[in-house]
Structure formats: C-alpha cells, structure tokens
C-alpha cells in the first residue's frame, strides 16, 4: 500500500510540473499561434537625417499604398508577433522614394523581424532590378512595446541604418544621410490584434 501511495504522489508531482512548465510557456508566448494584427508602421527621418537629405537635394515620397506626410512615410502591412517578442514577420505595403534631379532609390517590400530585431527591404536604384538588403536594426522591450488585449503599440524607436543600406544611398546620391549603426528614421506602429485570445478555441 505505501509503495502504490508512493507511486501516485509521484505521478501527482510529475503531472502537476508539467501543467506549470505548459503554462509558463504559453504565457511566454513560445508556443501557441502569436498575434495576427493588422495596421500601420510610420517612419520619419531623424532630424540629421533630413538635413543630410535636404543639403544634396533628395526628397523622400511615398511609394503607394504608403502614404508621405513631411519627413514620415506611413506603410499598412499586417503579419504575426509573439506576445514576448521573440518572434514574428511584419510584411509592410507599398514603399520609400528617395529621389534628386538624376536619380531615384526605391525602397519596398518592407519585412519587420521582431524576434531578429531587424528589417530587410528590396532596394532599387533608378529602376534596376532590386537586391533584398537587411534595411535597418532596433531594439524591442516591454517598456517599448505595450501589448493590449486587441491593439499592440509601439513607442517611437531609433531605428539604426545598415552598412548594405548606407552603401545604397552612397551609390544613388554620392552619400548615405546616416553612417552605418546610426540611427536613420524612428519608427513607430499599431496594430489591431485579428486574433484575440478570447477568439482562440477552448480546450
């Protein structure tokens, strides 16, 4: 008899630890489905950035369905994002145009990387087939993400140029508007979650 109680107690600890480790898991978003959401992303140029752009003449457009307001291109995508951060893609729509009196770089096809905190682009120069480019890097935490019950929204965050992306303005217009590892544009986003978790199935 007390070997059999022995038994049970053990299978009683062993089931309960594993109720705790799912638990933990799926509350740190490691498993399960993630966040659907739809929204925007806005980028707006640093102010040094827009002076860069501003002394050789460059002005920055909006590739629809993007849409310009001042120094700020606001781009409509919709993707996944785990709750904790870890992972997720963001495609964005339509695109970024640089542009002077000879030349244009078209930036489109936009893709977010949460977990990987960066996002890769195709990058065009005066219309010649694009090369996909690791665009710009961040950085995300809880104190720069703030994750709702149906919305997830971001502070604006300092989105840092790439050595690939600063090599591509350098070639258009014989200089890049920020080094590479210095901050370019801020970014900005929300996002209606599609995917509630009072939508998610029942067990």
């Given amino acids: 008899m007390k070997i059999f109680n022995s038994k049970k107690r ?12 799912g638990v933990t898991a799926v509350a740190a978003g490691a498993v399960g489905p993630g966040l659907s959401l739809r929204g925007h992303g806005t980028l707006c140029l640093v102010p040094e950035a827009a002076r860069a752009l501003e002394a050789r ?13 001042g ?11 785990q709750p904790d951060l870890t992972g997720g893609e963001i495609p964005l729509e ?10 244009r770089l078209d930036v ?25 480019i690791d665009l710009y890097r961040f950085e995300l ?41 210095a901050p370019l544009f801020t970014f900005e986003g929300h996002g209606e979650i599609t995917n509630p978790i009072g939508s998610f199935p029942k067990p």
Avoid: M, W
């Fill in 108 to 132: 489109t096809h936009v893709h977010l990387h949460p977990g990987a905190r960066y996002a890769s682009a195709d990058v065009a120069k005066d219309g010649a087939p694009a090369s996909n």
């Fill in 94 to 103: 339509g695109g970024l145009r640089f542009s002077d009196a000879g030349h």
């Fill in 71 to 81: 120094n700020c291109v606001t781009l409509p995508g919709a993707g996944t994002l």
């Fill in 10 to 21: 053990l299978v009683l600890l062993s089931l309960a630890a594993a109720a705790t480790v």
């Fill in 141 to 181: 935490s809880l104190r720069t993400v703030s994750v709702g019950l149906r919305t997830v929204d971001t502070t604006p965050i300092p989105v840092n140029i790439t050595a690939p992306a600063a090599a591509a303005f350098t070639d258009a217009f014989g200089a890049s508007p920020a080094a590479a590892g």
């Fill in 57 to 69: 003449q460059v002005k920055l457009e909006a590739i629809a369905p993007a849409t310009a307001a």
